[in-house]
């Protein structure tokens, strides 16, 4: 707003009080921070798109005139790779068996990981006791695990699961336990006194009071879950993204590698956008944190 | 109502440390059934112990803690506390926060809204039931403390600074709008503060403690008629007479820090 009239501007101020004045105030500043809300997200997207289009613009480009294609592939033969196993290779049953055991990666392993968490935390001596062996464990390549799942579960997708879940389970359960035992003390010790038994503590103490670690590793673990899931189809498996990137590899076929790794990409930002929609309620919470500086106009 | 004899309590700060902390050294004091009671004291001087030792969050290393004639040897279920820090669940909004007492004594939704909303309304918290601590201001946030304590109606209650970081005004309305509630309910109160007038303008008796090691140095009857009016204790004859003997006992701890 411009100042034309600086004389009669403390009148205005004065008036200001009067709910009329001070309703059309109020749908000025919400419908200009509306505004500027909706330019900050049209800002974010474009740029993301043109970062994006860019890469893709870039990589067409150069593939060809300065770097050989059989090596980098460009995007319009990946996509010609890609409507072709679409159509002929079944591309999508390969992604669903994928995704499928990625899923039960995530949640088998997660699930366990946090009720473990729980019960180990639920009895400080245990805590202390398991801590460095549980450390020990994660210290364990799980890659080099990866073939011995298989000879114990087979070639299926069980095996897939159970490596997906192991790739899953330290890093939910070591954030798990972090939360939990980052409780305060005096807010338990209140709750306590409050009224509240055992499970009251647990369910509306502890868990909302490590929620954010918990939500943090989930969100963490899900392409962890996917590699899970790959490095089980690489090393044996008849069907799946893994396999069909790995086949692909072996015949020298960038573009469908680079088509099946395009689909991967996409699995997995749908499975983040899921978990960021069921996480926003639980943190609502939160205060936002403003670490940047945004530019303002 | 609540009895310290004869009660000792010493720290081990650190795992490894050797030298044990004495925190309270021979403390004895009483609180009788609905009498408000001031503490005061340095910093560091067992204060916020004495408090927890109450509530049960801590045994005495020797000496007994009584209540209603009953040793505390966990906790003290009939006590409310607002303790020094800041320990509204952040997840909850307010009225959640307000509720929880409730809610986990199984207390039925429509019950809890109705103490809920007349708690709130007491202290000024209405049009903000659904936010969040974090969207408070420090004041409020004390104040929905206060209320989240007094919604379970504690026997007893524990407060510990709960006006200490606020500024001069919010301060002494929140110190009136406490005094109104207690004169309506009289409990129970042990109250620990820094600020010598307002242990005047609140209390029925002062302790004065030492610095560390703590211990009671002095007992002082406010003989101010109730009800007080906070706004205008210094204009109260006998105030000065009372401050200048809570000040004589406490200066000289304070000096004797300094040397
Ligand atoms: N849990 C604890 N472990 C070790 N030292 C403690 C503990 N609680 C209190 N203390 C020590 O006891 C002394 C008294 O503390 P406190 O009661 O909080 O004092 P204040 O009078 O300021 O409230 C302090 O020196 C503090 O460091
Ligand atoms: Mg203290």
Redo the contacts with the bound molecule.
């Keep these: 707003m411009s100042i034309r009239e600086p004389d009669v501007r403390n009148e205005r101020a004065r008036e200001a009080d009067s709910p009329p004045r001070l309703q059309s105030l109020k749908a000025q500043v919400a419908s200009r921070e509306l505004r500027r809300r909706r330019a900050e997200t049209r800002a974010i997207w474009g740029g993301r798109v043109a970062i994006v289009a860019g890469t893709l613009l870039l990589w067409e480009l150069l593939s060809g005139r300065v770097i050989d294609p059989f090596f980098v592939s460009s995007p319009s033969r990946v996509y010609a790779a890609f409507l072709q196993l679409l159509f002929e290779q079944e591309l999508l049953v390969h992604a669903w068996y994928t995704t499928l055991a990625t899923l039960g990666g995530f949640f088998f392993g997660s699930i366990t990981a946090i009720v473990l968490a729980f019960l180990v935390t639920s009895v400080n001596r245990l805590y202390e006791t398991t801590e460095p062996l549980l450390a020990a464990l994660y210290g364990i390549p799980r890659t080099a695990l990866a073939p011995l799942f298989i000879m114990w579960f087979g070639i299926g997708i069980t095996s897939k699961i159970v490596i997906a879940a192991l790739f899953v389970f330290f890093v939910v359960f070591i954030n798990t336990v972090s939360g939990i035992r980052g409780t305060g003390p005096q807010l338990i010790n209140l709750a306590r006194l409050m009224g509240a038994r055992d499970r009251d503590v647990l369910l509306k103490v502890v868990l909302p009071s490590a929620m954010p670690y918990i939500l943090t590793a989930l969100r963490i673990v899900v392409p962890t879950a996917m590699i899970g899931a790959i490095v089980g189809e690489f090393i044996s498996a008849q069907r799946g993204l893994g396999f069909l990137i790995s086949r692909a590899t072996f015949e020298f076929s960038t573009h469908a590698a680079f088509a099946g790794i395009f689909v991967l990409m996409l699995v997995v930002v749908a499975m983040n956008a899921v978990i960021g929609w069921i996480e926003r309620p639980l943190l609502r919470w939160r205060p936002r944190s403003n670490v940047g500086s945004s530019e303002g106009g | 109502m609540i009895e310290l004899d004869n009660v000792f309590r010493l ?1 081990l ?1 650190k795992r490894r440390a050797v030298d044990v ?1 004495v ?1 309270l050294e021979d403390v004895s004091l009483r609180v009788a059934e609905g009498e408000f009671v001031s503490l005061v ?1 340095p ?7 004495i408090l927890n030792l109450i509530a049960g969050f801590l045994q005495p290393t020797e000496g007994t803690v009584r209540m209603r004639g009953q040793p505390v040897v966990t906790l003290n279920r009939a006590t409310g506390y607002v303790t020094q820090d800041d320990t509204l669940f952040p997840w909850r909004t307010t009225r959640a926060n307000v509720e929880f007492a409730l809610e986990v004594r199984g207390v039925a939704t429509a019950a809890r809204r109705d103490v809920v909303e007349r708690l709130l309304a007491q202290v000024g918290l209405q049009g903000f039931e659904n936010h969040y601590p974090h969207e408070l201001s420090g004041g409020m946030r004390k104040r929905a403390a206060i209320v989240r304590t007094l919604a379970y109606e504690p026997e007893i209650l524990l407060m510990d600074e709960p006006f200490g970081a606020l500024d001069a005004q919010t301060k002494l309305l929140l110190q009136d709008q406490l005094l109104r509630i207690w004169e309506e309910q009289r409990r129970t109160v042990l109250f ?1 503060t820094h600020d010598l007038v307002e242990a005047i303008a609140l209390s029925d008796r002062v302790l004065v403690m030492s610095r ?1 090691p703590g211990r009671i140095l002095a007992e002082i009857a406010v003989d101010i008629p109730r009800p007080r009016d906070v706004f205008h204790i210094h204009s109260n004859p006998a105030f000065p007479g009372l401050y200048e003997r809570v000040w004589e006992h406490l200066s000289k701890e304070l000096g004797a820090a300094r040397a």
């Design positions: 720290f700060p902390f925190a004291g910093s560091g001087c067992g204060k916020s112990t620990v560390a």
